[in-house]
């Protein structure tokens, strides 16, 4: 991962990477945010390599990372619940 031109530069010379993800987008996290965030599990985290991720079709990808750890997607509410 990087936020460098130079890095971008690279992918467009001979002999660059033969593969590779651009994803533009902003993130800003405030002091202990993304602790916090991890702990409420609002991010899943998977242990997909990255031959994995670059191989398969852009819209198979969040399918993929939730089975590489076991989890059903299928299975899982698009909202949550109030007790």
């Known amino acids: 991962m990087s936020a460098s031109l130079d ?3 690279v992918l467009g010379r001979p002999g660059g990477p033969s593969q590779w993800l651009v994803a533009l987008g ?5 002091p202990g945010q993304l602790d916090d965030e991890l702990h409420r599990h609002g991010w899943h985290i998977s242990d997909m390599n990255m031959a994995d991720l670059l191989d ?20 899982i509410a698009p909202e949550s619940g109030h007790a």
Request: charged share 25%; no cysteine; glycine share 10%.
């Open 7 to 9: 890095a971008l530069r």
């Open 56 to 75: 398969r079709p852009a819209h198979s990808r969040w399918e993929a990372a939730f089975r590489t750890t076991g989890i059903d997607p299928r299975l």
């Open 26 to 30: 902003y993130a800003g996290w405030g």
